[in-house]
């Protein structure tokens, strides 16, 4: 019988930091998904909230988180896709999640990344880790060019960590939350060439395979330091901002 590794390639895909480990979300991992996001990953800020949707407070947040990881796996393509990675500490605690997603990629070499951390684990530079883990794999073993993020103007830690990594301010907008909250959504950019680097070295395993699953020729992806064969700070909010 085939693994499923085989059959969904994405699912071989693990990235190694000094303290986490951040592999895409498999459906046994959401009962860990949802425990950790119902522990809190927010406080209300005067009435505002790091999201378009207080989805994390949500009665429904597990019906409603099943079918969002169901929703980014099924209509993940070549041409548009989200990498779903939950991410676990290196003892094996569910700590988050950390989201890649991509339009035309081939062509724009672009990724937008979104990511929340539970609240006992913020302020620990976790979430500044993570997110560099997949900006070094999207840069160096992908071969992207620009990496996009935004939050909310009061986001200060999730600001922080943006300028930390080297993103520039790239525009803003105007955006109505589900609580009637009408919110300055601040924009950034991140070129290949600007990204501050973590003076640790990513370990990759299964690359090769989840590239070719994404529609990534191997010969247009970048040069990863590392690829094995086997074996604050908030990154602002949730399902794709910052």
């Not at 990511?115 to 530079?125: E, F, K, T, V």
């Amino acid at each position: 019988m085939a693994l499923l590794e085989t059959l969904w390639p994405l699912f071989g895909l693990h990235l190694k930091t000094p303290r986490l480990v951040l592999r895409p979300l498999r459906d046994e991992d959401i009962p860990h998904y949802v425990d950790a996001a119902a522990s809190g990953i927010y406080e209300r800020v005067n009435g505002h909230i790091p999201f378009p949707t207080a989805w994390a407070e949500s009665p429904e947040l597990g019906p409603t988180a099943a079918r969002w990881i169901w929703e980014n796996r099924i209509k993940s393509r070549p041409e548009s896709w989200t990498v779903m990675f939950g991410v676990w500490s290196s003892a094996g605690e569910f700590l988050g999640s950390q989201d890649v997603a991509a339009k035309n990629f081939a062509a724009l070499r672009t990724v937008t990344t979104g990511s929340w951390l539970r609240r006992s684990d913020q302020g620990r530079g976790l979430g500044k880790e993570m997110r560099a883990a997949v900006l070094l794999w999207c840069f160096d073993s992908l071969g992207a060019e620009v990496a996009m993020t935004s939050t909310f103007e009061w986001n200060a830690p999730s600001i922080g960590v943006s300028r930390s990594l080297g993103y520039e301010p790239n525009g803003e907008a105007r955006l109505e939350t589900s609580l009637g909250v009408v919110e300055r959504e601040v924009r950034f950019r991140l070129a290949q060439e600007r990204f501050q680097r973590p003076p640790w070295e990513l370990r990759v395993e299964g690359h090769e395979a989840a590239a070719a699953a994404l529609g990534i020729p191997e010969e247009r992806g970048g040069h990863p330091a590392r690829l094995d064969g086997g074996d604050d700070d908030g990154d602002g909010g949730g399902p794709r901002m910052s």
